[in-house]
T-cell receptor
Framework: EAGVAQSPRYKIIEKRQSVAFWCNPI?????LYWYQQILGQGPKLLIQ????????DSQLPKDRFSAERLKGVDSTLKIQPAKLEDSAVYLC??????????FGPGTRLTVT | AQSVSQHNHHVILSEAASLELGCNYS??????LFWYVQYPGQHLQLLLK??????LVKGIKGFEAEFIKSKFSFNLRKPSVQWSDTAEYFC??????????FGQGTELSVKP
């Protein structure tokens, strides 16, 4: 079975620019998650989707971050405008049942 | 709020040494517990999980973990580590369908 796909794998932008990340979950997985992993820390949930509805976005900085999951499959996470502290790895995960999540390779974002 | 604490940030062992990585969590209700591993250059992978039943769970590659409810702990163990176990290990907790809360991770370096 194919895993969670993410692109791009690496992105370097200047502060105040915008950036978007894409995630394709495992086929049939209804739940999709975006995590932010800052260097030296564990992943932190940004947003959780169940099909195309938002379940939890309590830790998403909504003034600059947005995410959508059209048609309940692929998802995009956008940052606009980016700040230096947004430098991190952005992980996408999906699950069939909410207790077991499968992670993608992540997108490493560097904001200069 | 839920939190997860991993006792060691970096552990260095020689091959064949025994391993124990500590994990404590704070949450009063029923929890699901996980250990994830991230090998160099690879994505997060599930090592083992505990939902209910036997508190001693076995995972892949000879790892096991013991859930001690009274101590709010879920320590990871392996009797004899190999160089290929060099990786970062994350403990995570969720309250049955809720978001995963990760510890800060423990980097394990195994000397050949």
């Amino acid at each position: 079975e194919a895993g969670v796909a993410q692109s791009p794998r690496y992105k370097i932008i200047e502060k105040r620019q915008s950036v978007a990340f894409w995630c394709n979950p495992i086929s049939g997985h209804a739940t999709l998650y975006w995590y932010q992993q800052i260097l030296g820390q564990g992943p932190k949930l940004l947003i959780q989707f169940q099909n195309n509805g938002v379940v939890d976005d309590s830790q998403l900085p909504k003034d600059r971050f947005s995410a959508e999951r059209l048609k309940g499959v692929d998802s995009t996470l956008k940052i606009q405008p980016a700040k230096l502290e947004d430098s991190a790895v952005y992980l996408c995960a999906s699950s069939l049942v909410s207790n077991e999540q499968y992670f993608g390779p992540g997108t490493r974002l560097t904001v200069t | 709020a839920q939190s997860v604490s991993q006792h060691n940030h970096h552990v260095i062992l020689s091959e064949a040494a025994s391993l124990e990585l500590g994990c404590n969590y704070s949450y009063g209700g029923t929890v699901n517990l996980f250990w994830y591993v991230q090998y160099p250059g690879q994505h997060l992978q599930l090592l083992l999980k505990y939902f209910s039943g036997d508190p001693l769970v076995k995972g892949i590659k000879g790892f096991e973990a013991e859930f001690i409810k009274s101590k709010f702990s879920f320590n990871l163990r392996k009797p004899s580590v190999q160089w290929s176990d060099t990786a970062e290990y994350f403990c995570a907790v969720n309250n049955q369908g809720g978001k995963l809360i990760f510890g800060q991770g423990t980097e394990l370096s195994v000397k050949p």
